[in-house]
């Protein structure tokens, strides 16, 4: 089933997920399964809880359209991060253009950690640790950021802050047009 994408101006997006209670969350599975479909259909490669109206620390990532020649590893790159934690963050910042399916028409440049250690339940619910680096790094540092309430806009320059005000502003009133299935405030 097909979702709606909470838009920029919803409180949830602003919330601190909570773990997840694994052993007595109702229909688990399917969560995941409308999160991925949900996700595939607005053509993200990414989708956290609060972006669906759930303040649950969930996110799910699927790198494979992105897979190249370049970049053979994001073919098999399809996850599902339950109760994630981020255990260490590391390597110089790196500057690279972002959007959000909850900021439709907005792309920026946003700085990011090469290197990212991450604590999680997989869709097994078997709890993993693993090191990314590069593009995977970022798009989980962003998939995170959506648990801690954080968004790709608090963290680009001043400058690019005040030339996006408005739009946000328009978002926050419900001022929005795209091709998915949304839910502003208003
Ligand atoms: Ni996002």
Do not use: W
Not at 39 to 64: E, H, K, N
């Amino acid at each position: 089933m097909i979702l709606p994408i909470y838009i920029y101006g919803q409180p949830v997006l602003r919330k601190v997920a909570q773990d997840i209670d694994v052993e007595n969350y109702l229909n688990l599975k399917e969560l995941i399964d409308n999160m991925f479909e949900t996700m595939y259909y607005a053509d993200g490669v990414g989708l956290a809880g609060p972006q669906v109206g759930l303040s649950d620390r969930i996110f799910v990532v699927d790198l494979s359209p992105l897979a190249s020649d370049e970049h053979p590893e994001f073919k098999d790159f399809k996850k599902v991060f339950i109760n994630a934690h981020i255990t260490e963050r590391s390597g110089d910042l790196e500057m690279v253009e972002e959007g959000c399916l909850s900021i439709p028409g907005i792309h920026e440049k946003v700085p990011r950690e090469g290197e990212v250690t991450i604590a999680y339940l997989d869709e097994d619910l078997q709890p993993r640790e693993e090191h990314y680096s590069g593009f995977m790094a970022r798009v989980i540092q962003h998939e995170y950021d959506h648990l801690d309430g954080v968004l790709f806009t608090d963290r680009i320059s001043p400058l690019r802050k005040r030339m996006v005000k408005n739009k946000l502003a328009n978002m926050e009133k419900g001022k929005v047009a795209c091709d998915y299935k949304i839910r502003t405030v208003r």
